[in-house]
């Protein structure tokens, strides 16, 4: 079992950055990818990032390529998801997930409850 905790979601405007965190508590987080995903409203839920157990295989949307960056504290049980140049597109509520099989899209195994980025002037 693992539990999963995000931080760091906010108001922030067009242009700026925010750091979101997953802290993760249990067993597994060795053997776990993680994935970052987003849903807006009235949107399906869609996967951002993800990086591999290791933390040596990262994966990115398209629609975040260059404006993102996924990264992963091992030690800390935790992992990042730095987000530059953000639009108001990128509104939406973000999850962290764990996948004991890796990065499987919405087949992930664990699921944190979500934290909110509002991007807005």
């Known amino acids: 079992q693992l539990q999963l905790v995000e931080s760091g979601g906010g108001l922030v405007q067009p242009g700026g950055s925010l750091r979101l965190s997953c802290a993760a508590s249990g067993f597994f987080w060795d053997y776990s990818a993680i994935g970052w995903f987003r849903q807006a409203p009235g949107k399906e839920r869609e996967e951002v990032s993800c990086?591999?157990?290791?933390?040596?295989?990262?994966n990115y949307a398209d629609s975040v390529k260059g404006r993102f960056t996924i990264s992963r504290d091992n030690a800390k049980k935790t992992v990042y998801l730095q987000m530059n140049s953000l639009k108001p597109e990128d509104t939406a509520v973000y999850y962290c997930?764990?996948?004991?099989?890796?990065?499987?899209?919405?087949?992930?195994?664990?699921w944190g409850k979500g934290t909110l980025v509002t991007v807005s002037s």
């Open positions: 997930a764990a996948g004991l099989r890796g990065c499987v899209g919405n087949g992930m195994d664990y």
């Open positions: 990086i591999s157990s290791s933390g040596y295989s990262t």
